[in-house]
């Protein structure tokens, strides 16, 4: 009885083994079908995803690409009939109408409940024009004010005054590989002789992917600390924020906004963070006045980190 | 009709060079596919040297075979891989030079892909002694059904001739092991010469080759310690005597200069040596070195059911061992096992133990792949072995379809993995590891491949332009000459130094490529337009823009 039992044993083992083995190489076979079915993206697609966006795009409308690991090939489609007035790579509550332009058919997540007033398909890719039910109004978006005449910037002790970094528009300088940005841009701040320490619009990726015209810092064993002293009135600043992979380990900062000098919140940020927009509220805003933006280092890793703001 | 019945030695060696032939015909067609890499180039000018150096030969006589005429000819490669670029060169001269039976790529590869292949069937040798005929082919699909595997075979590289180089001297060393007339000694000596020709890291090997003899004579070696003496292994002394005769015959450039050549060449070969790689995603260039960087690269690489079916082989040798550790049974398998083992152990886990001291980083845990294929053939092996029995009481017929069926099965996974796309081979790996995006978040892709660059040739031609400069940070600069001279690009590419003051921009998939991208848009406001990409499951391995 006892060895008819162990035998059964064994050959259910074996089935088991056997099931198990066989149920692997069905599920890579899939998968390898599955990739060999996946869209694909070429530029023989190009004209006819100009010829399809040129009639759904107006001023002030929003460009998505979607996934966002494809968002330059997919705008690269584009290319120099990518139309011009619109707004790409921004946080998209402040918009109106977006063109979305998705390979596969995915939805962008950022345009979740938005209502479709238009759709069209050009091989692989999906081109839809929505509308948002709910735009929250743009009063001053403090990554475009980041401008000589609008802006000032300090590095230095946190809490302290801090020495100006001078404005430039001299040409672009290449970064530090291991950087998540090429070169610096044409017009900043520069904050020191390191090239990474200036402040700048910039594009940069979070954790997940969304891509998010935000103002690089690079804070060392001091802070810095941007002003702008005219901002129009609003009733609270929303912002993303997110600190870069240090190679040597783990970066935190701290972000901090002031409205006319009173503190009205910050936020520590790391790796991890993403552009996952924060309000800050405050009825020191309804006047308008100074906004300051201060960004302080919390560890010895150094990595920029890049705050996207604006008031509302 | 006559009835030939074959003995088992006849049969295994026709089938062994069925295998060489159908493996060779397999690699000349993806070979004709792939284009030259930049990595390759070294060689295949070696053999374009050597062929030109054959045609002045037949016109002006021996003169030219002097040393001095012969050095230059040799110096790009010195001693490494001196047969295969011999071979390649005369087909070269002969098929492509002389007659346009080959194009110039494969007469420049043709003899690194005899060898390649002939590694296939020396896999074969080595394993059906001792595991016989199916476990044997299955081996060998499996080593062979690898994408990056095949990638490899397919070119002129040194990690496909080290293979072969181990997989001879292994399945010589194992048969002289087995006792015998002493002319397999002698020739195991040889080919121990004939395998360093083919790649020092033969000498790896024959460290391993003594471990693994200690250990299959112990018995024999405790006896004669008993008797106050030690036990030499007449392979070694045979490879003493006749290794380095072989060796100096087959490597022409050690001819002049030997004992300083030699010094040169065997330093050079055992050193320690640091290749800043990516891992993970991060550029590593010095010490701390990632201990796990070969068996990921491993598990990666192999498609998952090899994995697992290796995983099985494993587990069945591992119970052989122990069942014939009491009762005295199969050594031969067992000593196949051992080796199998032992080069497991050096190329997987030696690099994630060894002091950073000694550390060879990459590690060449490519060399694996033949071994961790002979584990698979058990696995699958032991597999249909118990189908058989689970399906005893079954008819015959159903019971074989049954088998045939679950074995094509497992084994078109690999193969259909393999040759889908012979220009993006070295970006596949395992759909269930992550395919190809992980190869690009991991940022182990080679886009320094001109295999896959050429891919791009086209979209650059059709601009119409005699002359471009491109930005491309991940490609060598050598590669656009690669391309040019075997006639897969018509346009002169020079390099540009930065992305914005270039015509055009290459940049692999991930965040690296996209910050480019983004970066232009914001400097231009317009995105750079796209020109050409080159995908594989979805995922864009690598694209071309328009800058200006």
């Known amino acids: 009885m006892n060895q008819a039992g162990t035998s059964l044993q064994v050959r259910r083992a074996r089935a088991a083994t056997l099931l198990s083995v066989l149920l692997v190489a069905l599920a890579e076979l899939i998968a390898v079908l599955w990739g060999a079915l996946r869209p694909s993206l070429g530029p023989a697609l190009s004209s006819q995803a100009r010829a399809a966006v040129a009639p759904m795009a107006h001023p002030g409308d929003g460009v998505v690409a979607t996934p966002a690991a494809f968002a330059g090939p997919v705008l690269g489609l584009l290319g120099e009939a990518f139309p011009r007035e619109s707004q790409v790579f921004v946080e998209p509550s402040r918009l109106q109408h977006a063109i979305e332009l998705s390979l596969g058919g995915s939805s962008s997540p950022e345009l979740s409940g938005w209502d479709t007033k238009q759709q069209s398909r050009v091989g692989s890719l999906r081109i839809r024009y929505l509308s948002n039910p709910k735009p929250v109004p743009l009063r001053y978006d403090l990554v475009a004010k980041l401008q000589p005449g609008d802006a000032l910037v300090s590095s230095g002790p946190a809490g302290g005054a801090g020495a100006p970094c001078n404005h430039s528009t001299a040409a672009e300088v290449e970064l530090p590989a291991g950087l998540p940005l090429p070169w610096a841009p044409r017009s900043r701040f520069s904050c020191g002789n390191d090239p990474r320490g200036f402040v700048g619009q910039v594009i940069l990726d979070d954790a997940r992917g969304t891509s998010r015209r935000c103002i690089w810092t690079f804070p060392t064993t001091n802070a810095v600390k941007v002003s702008w002293p005219k901002v129009a009135p609003g009733s609270f600043v929303r912002v993303g924020a997110i600190a870069s992979r240090s190679p040597t380990g783990s970066t935190r900062a701290k972000v901090r906004f002031k409205a006319n000098a009173a503190v009205i919140g910050e936020r520590e940020v790391d790796a991890s963070s993403t552009f996952d927009s924060f309000d800050l509220a405050s009825p020191m805003l309804a006047g308008g006045g100074e906004i300051t933006l201060e960004v302080e280092q919390l560890t010895e890793h150094l990595a920029p980190v890049c705050v996207e703001a604006s008031v509302r | 009709m006559r009835r030939i019945k074959l003995s088992p030695r006849v049969a295994d060696f026709l089938i062994g060079l069925g295998l060489f032939t159908a493996t060779l015909v397999v690699l000349v067609l993806l070979s004709r596919l792939t284009a030259i890499g930049a990595h390759e180039q070294k060689w295949t000018g070696a053999a374009r040297a050597v062929g030109l150096w054959i045609d002045r030969a037949a016109h002006e006589g021996r003169a030219v075979l002097g040393g001095k005429l012969r050095d230059p000819m040799l110096a790009p490669v010195q001693a490494q891989c001196q047969l295969p670029a011999l071979l390649s060169g005369y087909v070269w001269e002969v098929a492509s030079h002389r007659h346009t039976w080959m194009t110039d790529t494969l007469g420049l590869r043709f003899g690194f892909l005899v060898f390649n292949a002939l590694g296939v069937a020396m896999l074969y040798a080595l394993v059906v002694q001792a595991w016989g005929?199916?476990?044997?082919?299955?081996?060998?699909?499996?080593?062979?059904?690898?994408?990056?595997?095949?990638?490899?075979?397919?070119?002129?590289?040194?990690?496909?001739?080290?293979?072969?180089?181990?997989?001879?001297?292994?399945?010589?060393?194992?048969?002289?092991?087995?006792?015998?007339?002493?002319?397999?000694?002698?020739?195991?000596?040889?080919?121990?010469?004939?395998?360093?020709?083919?790649?020092?890291?033969?000498?790896?090997?024959?460290?391993?080759?003594?471990?693994?003899?200690?250990?299959?004579?112990?018995?024999?070696?405790?006896?004669?310690?008993?008797?106050?003496?030690?036990?030499?292994?007449?392979?070694?002394?045979?490879?003493?005597?006749?290794?380095?005769?072989?060796?100096?015959?087959?490597?022409?450039?050690?001819?002049?200069?030997?004992?300083?050549?030699?010094?040169?060449?065997?330093?050079?070969?055992?050193?320690?040596?640091?290749?800043?790689?990516?891992?993970?995603?991060?550029?590593?260039?010095?010490?701390?070195?990632?201990?796990?960087?070969?068996?990921?690269?491993?598990?990666?690489?192999?498609?998952?059911?090899?994995?697992?079916?290796?995983?099985?082989?494993?587990?069945?040798?591992?119970?052989?061992?122990?069942?014939?550790?009491?009762?005295?049974?199969?050594?031969?398998?067992?000593?196949?096992?051992?080796?199998?083992?032992?080069?497991?152990?050096?190329?997987?886990?030696?690099?994630?133990?060894?002091?950073?001291?000694?550390?060879?980083?990459?590690?060449?845990?490519?060399?694996?792949?033949?071994?961790?294929?002979?584990?698979?053939?058990?696995?699958?092996?032991?597999?249909?072995?118990?189908?058989?029995?689970?399906?005893?009481?079954?008819?015959?017929?159903?019971?074989?379809?049954?088998?045939?069926?679950?074995?094509?099965?497992?084994?078109?996974?690999?193969?259909?993995?393999?040759?889908?796309?012979?220009?993006?081979?070295?970006?596949?790996?395992?759909?269930?590891?992550?395919?190809?995006?992980?190869?690009?978040?991991?940022?182990?892709?080679?886009?320094?491949?001109?295999?896959?660059?050429?891919?791009?040739?086209?979209?650059?031609?059709?601009?119409?332009?005699?002359?471009?400069?491109?930005?491309?940070?991940?490609?060598?600069?050598?590669?656009?000459?690669?391309?040019?001279?075997?006639?897969?690009?018509?346009?002169?590419?020079?390099?540009?130094?930065?992305?914005?003051?270039?015509?055009?921009v290459l940049v692999s998939g991930g965040a690296g490529g996209e910050a480019v991208v983004r970066a232009l848009l914001l400097r231009n406001g317009t995105p750079p337009a796209l020109l050409g990409v080159v995908a594989r499951d979805g995922a864009v391995l690598l694209s071309l823009y328009r800058v200006k």
Request: with cysteine.
């Open chain 2, 133 to 504: 005929r199916r476990v044997a082919l299955f081996a060998c699909a499996f080593y062979l059904l690898v994408p990056r595997s095949l990638h490899m075979l397919v070119g002129a590289t040194g990690d496909g001739l080290a293979i072969t180089a181990w997989l001879l001297l292994a399945a010589f060393y194992l048969r002289s092991l087995r006792g015998g007339s002493i002319g397999w000694t002698i020739a195991t000596g040889a080919v121990f010469g004939l395998s360093l020709a083919l790649s020092t890291s033969v000498l790896w090997l024959a460290g391993i080759l003594i471990a693994h003899t200690i250990w299959a004579r112990r018995a024999e070696a405790r006896e004669a310690a008993k008797d106050g003496a030690i036990t030499v292994p007449s392979a070694l002394l045979a490879a003493i005597v006749i290794a380095p005769v072989v060796f100096l015959l087959c490597t022409p450039w050690l001819w002049n200069e030997t004992g300083i050549r030699m010094r040169q060449l065997f330093t050079t070969s055992i050193a320690p040596s640091i290749v800043p790689t990516y891992y993970a995603g991060m550029l590593v260039a010095a010490p701390p070195l990632p201990k796990g960087f070969a068996l990921r690269s491993v598990v990666l690489s192999l498609p998952t059911i090899t994995v697992v079916l290796t995983g099985a082989g494993a587990a069945v040798l591992a119970r052989r061992w122990w069942m014939a550790r009491r009762e005295q049974g199969e050594p031969e398998r067992l000593s196949l096992g051992a080796l199998i083992a032992l080069a497991i152990v050096f190329a997987v886990a030696w690099p994630a133990i060894s002091p950073d001291v000694l550390a060879v980083y990459p590690p060449r845990w490519i060399l694996a792949f033949p071994w961790l294929g002979a584990l698979a053939g058990v696995g699958l092996d032991a597999c249909i072995g118990m189908a058989s029995e689970l399906l005893a009481s079954r008819s015959a017929r159903l019971r074989g379809a049954a088998i045939v069926g679950g074995a094509s099965l497992i084994l078109c996974v690999p193969a259909i993995e393999s040759v889908r796309s012979p220009s993006t081979l070295a970006a596949a790996f395992s759909p269930l590891s992550g395919g190809a995006r992980s190869v690009i978040e991991s940022r182990t892709l080679p886009v320094n491949d001109a295999a896959m660059v050429a891919q791009i040739a086209p979209s650059i031609d059709e601009q119409a332009r005699p002359s471009i400069s491109i930005w491309a940070p991940d490609v060598g600069a050598d590669v656009w000459d690669v391309l040019r001279a075997n006639g897969r690009l018509r346009t002169v590419v020079r390099a540009a130094g930065n992305a914005r003051d270039a015509d055009m």
